[in-house]
């Protein structure tokens, strides 16, 4: 085949959610039965179509494949499961007669039914982006489905552009599935790769005969340790696409390699120039969290293009444009030497960055300068594409914007502050630790008294719409704010209410006047500022708003304490104080580049720990600091892991170390492989943790016990991330799966995850059917043991 053209300037992908979270809107519109599902695909290829318009209007090319076709109603992962025709056996009705799994039915596997759980859900990477995790067994069908590749092409080039189809790799999706119920013990997803790599390849040659021109496989699990066992010379990833490249009758194949380094990382540009030796036309490198490839390995080429990956898509602060052209001007030349080609891309997709600096409007007025969203990352990418086709003059206005706006960042008041360094350089090692654990344990049994099973929440209850508009009115000054404060108290009375009639054990205020976890604790700590519209899709509908972390970090007063306070008045029982942990506030923000995060970190913690020293001070005698994000920011390679989790563990333990014995300290984690970093969570040194564990039914439960972990531990028996309300009896089930490998004494009932996104009405019957499992479970252990509960 005559090899096409890879264009000079391309990203990987963009954000879905649309710039007003027109995806959002429509999707939820569609589950709520408001609309049928012409009216959804008509508004997302209506939103498809406006974000091609923008990017062909800041200078990709409509009809060169620059253009990715990456979009997907709830996830990426998902997508290829429908490409596969992958319906575990559970989810098997769903078929349609030909086998295939249509938009109705992959709603099902991401949402659940009335008698069926979802697929389950976990992070992608290591990014706050979540994916529904394919099951694999033995026998699960697997058949192309290039149906909907096809058609959103062809829609497309009927309207003037040429997109690049988009399919997660047939190894990445392999290695992020997990076996499926009743599969053989021990059985691996990958033993069923000659099938994936089949339909893949049926699926290429439909593409083809519809005119694509370029295929986009991401296989950024080749930057994992497994992956990277996988390409290296005579194994899997030189087969697999050894076989794709062979076919004769397909487009061109762009292969990516986003989240850092593919294959041995001693040998960085061994893995693309395999594949290019493989037949691959076009292979990429990430050269933001990854290393540039070694000359060695660049001589693979022969002809193929490397797409240089050198503007960050997961951070949002302004390409240093005159050393990234450095950076390229010296790869192109190596690359040259073998007769390939040298493009410019961004390190993985936009998905993760906000549409648009200009739909701010609200920022400070020194940050704006300093920014690059989505749009903004794309004339990066087409700048240096430039720069790199005709020199630096050709950029000379360009380069010295961003040099200035550099300067102007480095030098501005609040990026350093000298009280906030003299702080941490005093610390010690005591800061960092609290009595052991059997004397706290005796502390807190004494002050709270609490039944054996103990019941309670996440934290956040419920965010009605009646609340959001409360919100948005005394932002924009409808009401004043007494008016909001009389509103957000009656709202907590309302939550204290609801949670003593239902007989819940430990009581939560539900969070109302907190917009989101994170930004929430940024609009009140210095050092941070707030986007009005920087939205990043996080799940399916689900879209977060991550703060910008700019400067310092220090807390000018306590904030969480009045209303928490209020809240604790209204009830005897034991009343917990919500915060969010220092990782999963940089976790969930634009963090800085100029500084090791470890040092963010630390500040945060510190600014925490005032707040907690105040919640003690009105009384407060459980305090949470949630830390869903802990696992997320674990480096992608094990030889990497160990410095993060020692800072990262650190951090929370210096926000915590300073509370006396009696106050309970909890911490909450969620959508992790928690047998991944159970020494980590051990080492946290929290009274109570609380997990992520209904989907999986349990799994964690069986690291915790081979671990030995001996403090306070709630997996999570109601999965607040699907519509549908846990039955009593399913609840039961669960708790009997955790009683069976944990003592009863260590064990909390609780749901996964925070309520906020969740109706009142299937939460009440939630908690209702969680709190009545509770007690049956306390009755059966007290007829079992004579234990008081």
Request: proline share 6%.
């Given at each position: 085949m005559t090899k096409p053209t890879f264009p000079a300037a391309s990203i990987l992908g963009y954000p879905r959610i649309g710039p007003n979270r027109e995806l959002k809107k429509a999707l939820e519109a569609h589950w709520a039965n408001r609309t049928d599902e012409a009216t959804l695909h008509a508004a997302a290829r209506e939103l498809q179509q406006a974000n091609l318009a923008k990017l062909t209007t800041l200078g990709l090319g409509a009809t060169d494949a620059s253009l990715p076709g990456d979009f997907a109603y709830y996830d990426q992962v998902l997508d290829a499961t429908v490409a596969l025709s992958s319906l575990p056996t559970r989810f098997a009705d769903l078929a349609d007669a030909d086998g295939t799994i249509n938009t109705a039915a992959s709603f099902v596997l991401a949402r659940g039914d009335e008698s069926r759980a979802p697929l389950e859900m976990t992070k992608w990477f290591d990014t706050n982006y979540h994916y529904l995790v394919p099951e694999i067994g033995e026998n699960t069908p697997i058949a192309a489905n290039a149906k909907p590749l096809v058609e959103s092409f062809k829609a497309h080039a009927a309207n003037g552009n040429t997109?690049?189809?988009?399919?997660?790799?047939?190894?990445?999706?392999?290695?992020?599935?997990?076996?499926?119920?009743?599969?053989?013990?021990?059985?691996?997803?990958?033993?069923?790769?000659d099938e994936v790599v089949a339909a893949y390849a049926r699926i290429l040659t439909e593409l083809a005969a519809a005119g694509a021109p370029w295929v986009q496989i991401d296989?950024?699990?080749?930057?994992?340790?497994?992956?990277?066992?996988?390409?290296?010379?005579?194994?899997?990833?030189?087969?697999?696409?050894?076989?794709?490249?062979a076919a004769t009758e397909r487009p061109a194949l762009f292969v990516t390699f986003g989240y850092g380094t593919a294959g041995d990382v001693t040998r960085p540009g061994a893995a693309q120039g395999l594949l290019a030796r493989a037949g691959v036309e076009a292979v990429h490198a990430d050269l933001v969290r990854g290393l540039a490839p070694k000359a060695e390995f660049l001589d693979d080429l022969a002809g193929s293009t490397l797409v240089a990956g050198i503007v960050d898509s997961r951070n949002i602060w302004r390409n240093n444009l005159a050393a990234s052209l450095n950076v390229l001007k010296s790869l192109r030349t190596e690359v040259q030497t073998s007769n390939g080609i040298l493009?410019?891309?961004?390190?993985?997709?936009?998905?993760?960055?906000?549409?648009?600096?200009?739909?701010?409007?609200?920022?400070?007025?020194?940050?704006p300068a300093w920014l690059a969203f989505a749009n903004q990352k794309v004339a990066e990418v087409i700048t240096l594409a430039k720069g790199l086709a005709q020199g630096e003059s050709a950029i000379a206005a360009e380069l010295s914007a961003a040099?200035?706006?550099?300067?102007?960042?480095?030098?501005?008041?609040?990026?350093?502050?000298?009280?906030?360094?003299?702080?941490?350089?005093?610390?010690?090692?005591?800061?960092?630790?609290?009595?052991?654990?059997?004397?706290r344990e005796a502390a807190q049994e004494a002050a709270l008294n609490l039944p054996v099973l103990p019941t309670t929440t996440i934290g956040s209850f419920p965010q009605t719409g009646e609340v959001r508009t409360a919100r948005a009115a005394h932002r924009n000054g409808s009401i004043d704010d007494a008016a909001y404060e009389g509103f957000l108290k009656a709202e907590i009375a309302r939550v204290v209410e609801l949670q003593e009639r239902l007989g819940l054990d430990v009581l939560v205020h539900g969070e109302a006047e907190r917009n989101d976890m994170v930004q929430y604790f940024a609009e009140n700590f210095d050092g941070f500022s707030e986007t009005a519209n920087g939205w990043v899709q996080s799940y399916g509908s689900r879209a977060t708003r991550p703060s910008i972390l700019w400067g310092d970090v220090s807390r000018p007063v306590a904030f969480t304490v009045p209303w928490i306070s209020y809240a604790a008045s209204l009830t005897n029982k034991p009343f917990k104080g919500m915060l969010t942990g220092p990782v999963t506030i940089l976790a969930w923000s634009f963090i800085r580049d100029d500084e090791p995060l470890s040092v963010s970190a630390n500040q945060v913690a510190l600014a925490l720990r005032d707040e907690i020293a105040d919640l003690q001070d009105a009384g407060i005698g459980i305090i949470q600091v949630d830390e869903p994000a802990l696992r997320e920011l674990l480096p992608l390679r094990k030889a990497d892991q160990a410095a993060y989790l020692k800072w990262s563990v650190d951090s929370f333990r210096l926000s915590t170390a300073g509370a006396v014995d009696a106050t309970q300290?909890?911490?909450?984690?969620?959508?992790?492989?928690?047998?991944?970093?159970?020494?980590?969570?051990?080492?946290?040194?929290?009274?109570?943790?609380?997990?992520?564990?209904?989907?999986?039914?349990?799994?964690?439960?069986?690291?915790?016990?081979?671990?030995?972990?001996?403090?306070?531990?709630?997996?999570?028996?109601?999965?607040?991330?699907?519509?549908?309300?846990?039955?009593?009896?399913?609840?039961?089930?669960?708790?009997?799966?955790?009683?069976?490998?944990?003592?009863?004494?260590?064990?909390?009932?609780?749901?996964?995850?925070?309520?906020?996104?969740r109706g009142y009405a299937e939460t009440e019957a939630s908690l209702a059917n969680l709190v009545e499992a509770a007690i049956a479970a306390r009755a059966t252990i007290g007829a079992n043991t004579g234990a008081n509960v």
């Open positions: 997109i690049r189809p988009t399919l997660v790799g047939p190894i990445t999706y392999l290695l992020l599935a997990k076996a499926e119920d009743g599969a053989a013990a021990g059985f691996d997803p990958l033993t069923r790769i296989e950024p699990a080749l930057v994992t340790d497994r992956g990277a066992e996988l390409a290296v010379p005579g194994a899997l990833a030189e087969s697999v696409y050894t076989r794709l490249a493009a410019v891309g961004t390190a993985t997709s936009l998905q993760h960055v906000p549409h648009d600096v200009a739909l701010e409007n609200n920022l400070p007025a020194h940050l040099e200035s706006a550099i300067n102007h960042r480095a030098a501005f008041a609040g990026t350093t502050v000298a009280a906030v360094r003299e702080r941490l350089a005093a610390l010690t090692d005591a800061d960092f630790s609290r009595s052991d654990a059997a004397t300290i909890h911490t909450h984690l969620c959508y992790s492989e928690f047998g991944e970093i159970i020494d980590a969570i051990d080492a946290l040194d929290a009274d109570v943790t609380s997990i992520e564990a209904a989907r999986s039914r349990m799994e964690v439960t069986a690291d915790l016990t081979e671990f030995g972990y001996s403090r306070g531990i709630g997996p999570g028996v109601y999965d607040i991330h699907s519509p549908r309300v846990p039955s009593t009896e399913e609840v039961a089930e669960l708790i009997e799966i955790a009683l069976a490998s944990l003592p009863a004494k260590q064990l909390w009932i609780n749901p996964d995850c925070g309520l906020k996104t």
